[in-house]
Each structure stands twice: as structure tokens, then as C-alpha cells.
């Protein structure tokens, strides 16, 4: 049986990671900071740990398992952390996938430097002199994404107030991602692949809020508002300063040009990629008061 511990279990990707991995017959182990809030499926056993205090991981990758097949890795935690929780991982584990960003693709989009792309190949790295074998996901712009950008605003009116509708992204839907990994964490073949995965559309913000509206069946009003108003406004829905601050210039860097789309999930997963608007129609919920 592949013994599979999925760390980031509770988040966008690593839920629908979970949730995949069990009619493979994997024995699923999730890991989190909080098992009482979890809520996850009954058949996942939920460990507790936390990436930035190591000796809390040895438990969740050996435990009752008798060891770990592969881990799938999603780092949100701080850097400083990172080096003793790989060692702990390579020391358990047989294979990992870790979930990164596009860092290498030549589109601007994925070339402006922040904090986020340098913890990214901080753990690249870790992990490429860990010994361990890796497969290393890239998925541009997540289409839950949209939930953070837009929800607050679409509950509360009918007007989205947003810089660069202009420019394209190529939205991805957690589950495609999850279903690339989980082919990663239960096949072999996958060693040293670094899979660059988007949504199948190139699609300008205007294009997705307009998406959202059909979804949710209601016409969104959008108005553009120049960078700096959006420095100022998103603080409100974003978490962090560095946040806004990438996505601004990553914006701007991308002005005119066409999202960077691949064929990956489909070549993967041998299924299309999902669109948009069936992101949309599933998360509808969340959009609507
Ligand atoms: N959003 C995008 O467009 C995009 C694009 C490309 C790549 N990415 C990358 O995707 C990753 C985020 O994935 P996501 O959106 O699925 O994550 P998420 O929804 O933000 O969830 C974060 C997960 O990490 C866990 N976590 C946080 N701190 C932890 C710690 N100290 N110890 C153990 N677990 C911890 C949380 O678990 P608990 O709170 O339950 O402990 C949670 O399950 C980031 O690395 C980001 O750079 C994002």
C-alpha cells in the first residue's frame, strides 16, 4: 500500500490532494497544526505537526505507518525552518512532490522577483541535495485565487473595483493541480519532472470577473482603479503588503501579452484541464451573499 503524507492537507491544493489520493487506495495521513478544525474525510488519519518545530514531523512521517512512500509539500511556513524539516522528511520519506510556482518559464508574469519566488527555490534547493527523489509542480495563477481578489466585493454589490483588467492569466483549478500531484505521488515515472501547469484559457481579470457574473448568474460592474488606488484597496482583502506588492508587478510586467497556457494537465492526467467557468459554477456559493 503506498503510505502517502500530505502536509498542507487543510489548504486549497492539499485538501483536494486528500480527497484524491483515497479511491487510489493510498493510506493517507494528513498533516496539520490543528487537527480539531480539520474537517477532513473520516478514512484520513489527521497527524499533528508543524513545520517549524521539527521534532513534531518525525511522528507524522513514521508513526503507526512504519514509514512514509511519499510526501506531498506545501511550504507556507518561514524560511528559517525549512532546512531541519527537510532533513526530517529525507530522513522518513521515499519520494516528494512539492508544490511550487512557475520559476523557471520565460513569461514576465513568473520573472519579477519577491519573497515568494526565493522561498520557492530555498526549498527547491533543500530539496534537490536532499537525496530524496522529487517532482516539482508549477502552477501559475490558481483560480481560487479569485475567491481572495473578488468575493468580498461581489457579496457585497454588483461593482468590482480592480487594477489591470486588462491583463491575462491562465487560471488553474486546485483539483487539476491536486490530480497532476497525486499522479506524481503514486506512480513512478515521475523523478525529476518539473511540470508547469495552467488552466486551459487565456483570460484577461475582466474576462473572469464577467465569468463569475454568468456563474452566479448576476452582471458585475467593473472599474479600473490605477495601481497605487490598488496598493491602497487591496490591503483590505490580501494578506500581506509583499502580497499586493507581487501581484502589482506581475500585473504590470504582463500588460499585452497573452497568458503562458501548457498542456501538462491533460498530457498527465489524460483528462482536459478544467475551465474557469467550471471553477466558477463550483465556488458559485462563496460568491453570492
Ligand atoms: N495562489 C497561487 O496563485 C499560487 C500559484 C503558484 C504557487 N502557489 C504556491 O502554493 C502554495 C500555497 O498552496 P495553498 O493555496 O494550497 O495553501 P493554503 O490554502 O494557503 O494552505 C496552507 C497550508 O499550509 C499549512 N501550514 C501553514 N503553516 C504551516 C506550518 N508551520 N506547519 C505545517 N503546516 C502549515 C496549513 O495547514 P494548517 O493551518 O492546518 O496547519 C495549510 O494546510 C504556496 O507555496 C504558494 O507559493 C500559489
Not at 492539499?14 to 483515497?22: E, N, T, W
Not at 499585452?256 to 501538462?264: C, D, E, K, L, R
Request: charged fraction near 15%.
Amino acid at each position: 500500500m503506498n503510505r502517502v503524507l500530505v502536509i498542507g492537507a487543510t489548504g486549497t491544493v492539499g485538501r483536494q490532494v486528500v480527497s484524491q489520493l483515497l479511491p487510489t487506495g493510498a493510506q493517507v495521513r494528513a498533516m496539520t497544526r490543528s487537527p480539531e478544525a480539520a474537517g477532513l474525510p473520516p478514512q484520513v488519519e489527521v497527524v499533528c505537526g508543524d513545520l517549524t518545530l521539527p521534532e513534531t514531523l518525525d511522528g507524522c512521517l513514521d508513526g503507526g505507518m512504519g514509514g512514509t512512500d511519499a510526501v506531498f509539500l506545501v511550504w507556507t511556513a518561514l524560511p528559517a525552518a525549512a532546512g531541519p524539516a527537510m532533513e526530517r522528511i529525507a530522513r522518513h520519506a521515499r519520494r516528494i512532490v512539492y508544490l511550487s510556482a512557475p520559476l523557471k518559464t520565460p513569461h514576465p508574469f513568473f520573472q519579477q522577483p519577491n519573497p515568494s519566488r526565493a522561498l520557492a527555490e530555498r526549498i527547491e534547493r533543500l530539496i534537490e541535495t536532499s537525496g530524496l527523489p522529487w517532482t516539482f509542480l508549477r502552477p501559475g495563477m490558481f483560480a481560487a485565487n479569485a475567491l481572495g481578489f473578488w468575493a468580498p466585493q461581489i457579496r457585497a454589490g454588483d461593482v468590482v473595483r480592480w487594477p489591470y483588467l486588462a491583463v491575462h492569466t491562465a487560471p488553474i483549478h486546485e483539483r487539476d493541480i491536486a490530480a497532476v500531484a497525486v499522479r506524481a505521488l503514486c506512480e513512478d515515472g515521475h523523478a525529476g519532472a518539473e511540470y508547469v501547469l495552467t488552466g486551459p484559457q487565456s483570460l484577461s481579470q475582466a474576462e473572469q470577473v464577467a465569468t463569475i457574473g454568468r456563474a452566479i448568474g448576476r452582471p458585475l460592474r467593473l472599474e479600473e482603479i490605477s495601481p497605487d488606488q490598488a496598493r491602497r484597496e487591496l490591503l483590505a482583502v490580501l494578506p500581506a503588503p509583499v502580497v499586493v506588492n507581487m501581484l502589482l508587478d506581475a500585473w504590470a510586467a504582463s500588460i499585452g501579452q497573452p497568458a503562458f497556457v501548457t498542456s501538462t494537465v491533460a498530457e498527465i492526467t489524460g483528462a482536459p484541464p478544467r475551465t474557469f467557468l467550471d471553477w466558477a459554477t463550483g465556488h458559485a456559493a462563496e460568491f453570492r451573499t
